[in-house]
C-alpha cells in the first residue's frame, strides 16, 4: 500500500494511513470517496478515491479459506435499469455469487461467509470456474437449473438444482440465501455509492462488500480494523495509475 499524495493537513505518514483506515472500517456501511475527502481534509476527490482503493485492496486476503459444507450459488446482474428485455442479464456485468447458507451448522439459518466475483459470462466455464475456486469440495451446492451449473456433480460436488419451472419460478424463495446477499449489496452499492460504480472497479467494491459481510457479527469495530492492518503489510504497494489502467 503505497503513500499516495500528500494531503494539506500533515501529510501521508503512518498515522494518516490508520487514521483512513479507521475511518472506513469503523463505519458500518462504508463511505465514499467524497466523504473521505471530507474527513481527512484531503486537497483533492482523487486522493481520497486512490487512498480508499488502495484499502479496499486491503480488504481481501489472498489465500483465504474456500466455502465449505451447505452452499447457494447464483448469478445477478449489476448497473445500469433492472433487465427489461429478454435473456440473462440484458447486457450488465455478470457477478457470480455463493454463501454459506448455514444449514448442517448447527446454528439454524445464520448465513455463514460470503463470495462475490465479477465473471465474463453465464457460461459453465465462467460459473464452475468461480465455484471451483471459491467453495471446497465436496460441498453441497444448491443452484438454479440454468445449464452453466451442470457440470458441478463431476467436478466433486454435491450439486442440488432447483427446477424453477416446477417451483413456481422464483429463485429469491427458492434460494433464499443468495438472493437476500445480492440484495443486500445491491443496496449498498445504491446508498453508500449512489450506483456510480464503474464496471471496471467493481470487484474492488465486491470485495469491500464482502468483507463486511463476513465480518458482521465482530463484537468490536477494532476486529475489522486490525483484519485489514493485517493484510496490508502483506500487500505489494500499487500507484493510481495502476488502479486506473484498462483490465488486460
Do not use: C
Not at 82 to 110: D, H, I, L
Not at 192 to 201: F, I, L, Q, S, Y
Amino acid at each position: 500500500m503505497s503513500s499516495g499524495r500528500p494531503s494539506r493537513t500533515g501529510g501521508t505518514g503512518l498515522a494518516r494511513w490508520l487514521l483512513a483506515i479507521y475511518l472506513v472500517s469503523a463505519s458500518k456501511g462504508g463511505i465514499s470517496a467524497l466523504e473521505l475527502k471530507r474527513q481527512m481534509g484531503f486537497g483533492s476527490y482523487q486522493t481520497a478515491w486512490t487512498w480508499l482503493h488502495k484499502i479496499r485492496r486491503a480488504m481481501a486476503r489472498p489465500g483465504r479459506e474456500p466455502l465449505g459444507a451447505q452452499v447457494e450459488a447464483d448469478e445477478t446482474y449489476v448497473g445500469g435499469a433492472e433487465p427489461g428485455k429478454p435473456g440473462r442479464g440484458g447486457g450488465k456485468t455478470v457477478v457470480a455469487g455463493a454463501v454459506e447458507s448455514g444449514r448442517g451448522k448447527g446454528r439454524g439459518r445464520r448465513l455463514g461467509r460470503l463470495r462475490l466475483a465479477v465473471v465474463p459470462d453465464v457460461s459453465a466455464a465462467s460459473l464452475e470456474g468461480f465455484l471451483g475456486q471459491n467453495v471446497a469440495r465436496p460441498a453441497t451446492v444448491a443452484t438454479d437449473g440454468w445449464s452453466g451449473y451442470g457440470g458441478l456433480a463431476a467436478a466433486g460436488y454435491r450439486h442440488e438444482p432447483v427446477n424453477l419451472s416446477a417451483s413456481w419460478g422464483d429463485a429469491a424463495l427458492r434460494l433464499p440465501a443468495i438472493h437476500l446477499v445480492f440484495g443486500l449489496a445491491k443496496r449498498w452499492l445504491l446508498g453508500t455509492h449512489h450506483g456510480a460504480v464503474r464496471a471496471k472497479h467493481l470487484p474492488a467494491y465486491l470485495d469491500e462488500f464482502t468483507f463486511r459481510f463476513n465480518r458482521r457479527t465482530g463484537k468490536s469495530i477494532s476486529h475489522r480494523f486490525a483484519r485489514v492492518v493485517e493484510h496490508a503489510v502483506h500487500l505489494p504497494p500499487t500507484t493510481y495509475r495502476a488502479l486506473v489502467a484498462t483490465p488486460t
